[in-house]
């Protein structure tokens, strides 16, 4: 017998615990005439504009001769009925019969009244402990694309957490030390102090209540001059437009505020965050060598003209 590995082990050794904790082991679910993937189908058709069963097959990932003779079952027992498709051929939407949509309610009321009781036989803090863990598995397996974007204005306990994770993420991903977090933290620490609320502004991505994203807009050393600081993307919500959204909020806000140019200061080792600037308008229009955080770099001074008269001499 091979070693397992750690990782694979305590996978497993969930998937045993859930799947008898929440009945997914019993022939039938929550004491209802219908097993586990009969009920996904039958959540699926109650809860989509009537789906071909091709749509149903891919959703759950169902292979086409399973979905075929469930579904076939279910017509037998009066549970669905299929109809033309506006364009004709073989696309047949299936939809629930009324006794199928009687038998749906009955089925989530068990489910409901099940997860009811396991959640109400914990303690608080563990209901509470597993309720977020559910989530954060959820988040993992869900594609952040198909999640909703919130931009929001900082909360207290933000701006710690903003300076955390970008320290924790330049750290691992460009092996920079301490000193950005230094940075970082006083970049913030005179954002709070020198605070103008006719010209600056915050942005806060969220999906699903968890930040994965900000960016800052702060007054330039010239008059009509703004400057973009600390954006940052987390791994798992890029290449969704995130960052685009949180450089766009601030274009608009330099803008709205009568900002004639934006201006920004990264490294060309932040490639994606150089795309970010480039697809915006911003110009590069200055870099040079430099040792910070413990690295050789190079720092790239980047421009947006905002079209708000006459640049700054």
């Known amino acids: 017998m091979t070693d397992e590995h750690p990782d694979i082990a305590a996978l497993r050794a969930f998937n045993r615990l859930y799947t008898r904790r929440l009945g997914l ?24 504009t009537p789906p071909t069963a091709a749509e149903v097959m891919r959703a759950l990932d169902l292979d086409r001769g399973q979905l075929s003779r469930t579904l076939k079952r279910f017509a037998g027992r009066g549970l669905v009925e299929t109809a033309g498709h506006p364009e004709g051929g073989r696309r047949r939407p ?5 006794a199928g949509r009687k038998a749906f309610a009955g089925l989530e009321r068990s489910a409901r009244q099940a997860m009811g009781s396991l ?45 955390h994770r970008q320290a924790v993420l330049y750290a691992e991903e460009y092996g920079w030390n301490g000193d950005y977090e230094a940075l970082a933290a006083r970049i913030l620490a005179d ?17 699903d209540g968890r930040v994965v994203g900000s960016v800052f807009l702060v007054r330039g ?48 080792v932040l490639a994606a965050a150089r795309r970010l600037y480039e697809r915006a308008g911003f110009r590069l229009v200055d870099e040079a060598p430099h040792h910070s955080f413990g690295k050789d770099l190079v720092g790239q001074t980047w421009e947006l003209d905002l079209g708000n008269g006459p640049a700054p001499n």
Not at 135 to 152: G, N, Q, Y
Not at 238 to 245: D, E, H, L, T
Request: a neutral charge; hydrophobic letters at 45%.
């Open 25 to 48: 082991l019993n022939a039938h679910l929550d004491k209802s005439p219908f097993t586990l993937t009969e009920a996904r189908i039958l959540y699926e058709l109650a809860h989509r």
């Open 94 to 98: 299936v939809s629930l019969t009324a």
């Open 119 to 163: 959640l109400d036989g914990l303690p608080p803090d563990q209901r509470k402990g597993l309720v977020s863990a559910v989530k954060d598995i959820t988040r993992i397996f869900e594609p952040a694309s198909a999640r909703e974007m919130l931009l929001r204005d900082p909360k207290p306990g933000d701006l710690g957490w903003i300076t």
């Open 191 to 207: 954002f709070v102090q020198s605070f103008d609320p006719a010209h600056d502004a915050a942005w806060v991505a969220e999906i």
């Open 221 to 268: 050393d010239r008059p009509r001059l703004g400057k973009l600081r600390l954006l940052y993307v987390e791994p798992e919500a890029r290449g969704v437009g995130v960052g685009a959204r949180l450089v766009d909020a601030c274009i608009e806000r330099a803008r709205a505020v009568g900002d004639e140019r934006l201006v920004l200061w990264t490294n060309s």
